[in-house]
């Protein structure tokens, strides 16, 4: 069964929803600028209210090393997602300074950004279109990835079924495709789950 993860929760209403579905992963966005950013502060309300069986990812783009860690260490999160341009270097040093299961994003678009989603250290990729623009990209190169991974990018109920059947990725990441006016839809929420259901009954 293909794993999903909700990303980009940041109300306590996304959270009741999720518990109800039960993704096996939520995410909150910790990057500057970002329309889903949560604060520390809010990210551990909303990290008390959830489910024990759903991990919780914090999404980061080009943070300092040792405040992503100390987010991590703090247990606000389960697992860390970096989505910026954080290097092999980055990912040491992130390493030694917290034991949490480290994703990292790949924007891909050709061959070179599919032997870095190969040769990553960390311990899942994640394959995406750009840093949350809601787009997908060419599923013939996902195809050239040889280990696990999180396939996000424009994903949402009409295409879900499609990508698991040609992909079979370890999860799927949506957060846009799950939205009404850049809010969390529980009926799209809905949709997205109950349609990777059937398709793999």
């Known amino acids: 069964m ?10 306590i209403e996304d959270i009741i929803a999720a518990n109800d579905l039960e993704p096996d992963y939520i995410g909150f966005v910790f990057a500057k600028g970002s329309n889903r950013q949560v604060s520390f502060d809010a990210a551990c309300r909303l990290k008390t209210a959830l489910s024990k069986n759903i991990k919780s990812v914090g999404v ?7 405040k992503t860690a100390n987010i991590a260490n703090d247990n606000v999160i389960d697992i860390i997602q970096l989505h910026g341009d954080e290097d092999g270097e980055y990912i040491k040093t992130l390493r030694s300074l917290t034991n949490k299961p480290i994703i990292q994003a790949v924007i891909l678009k050709e061959d070179l950004s599919v032997k870095k989603a190969n040769d990553s250290p960390a311990d899942f990729v994640l394959l995406d279109a750009g840093r949350g623009e809601g787009r997908t990209f060419d599923w013939e190169l996902a195809k050239k990835i040889t280990r696990s991974y999180f396939l996000a990018g424009g ?34 929420m809905k949709r997205f789950i109950q349609t ?3 398709n793999q009954n």
């Open 2 to 11: 293909t794993k999903v993860k909700f990303c980009g929760l940041s109300r």
């Open 155 to 188: 994903l949402n109920e009409k295409n879900v079924a499609e990508a698991i059947t040609k992909l079979n990725p370890y999860a799927v990441d949506v957060s846009g495709g799950i939205e009404t006016n850049n809010k969390k839809d529980i009926i799209k």
């Open 196 to 198: 990777i259901k059937e």
């Open 60 to 66: 980061f783009v080009n943070e300092e090393v040792k």
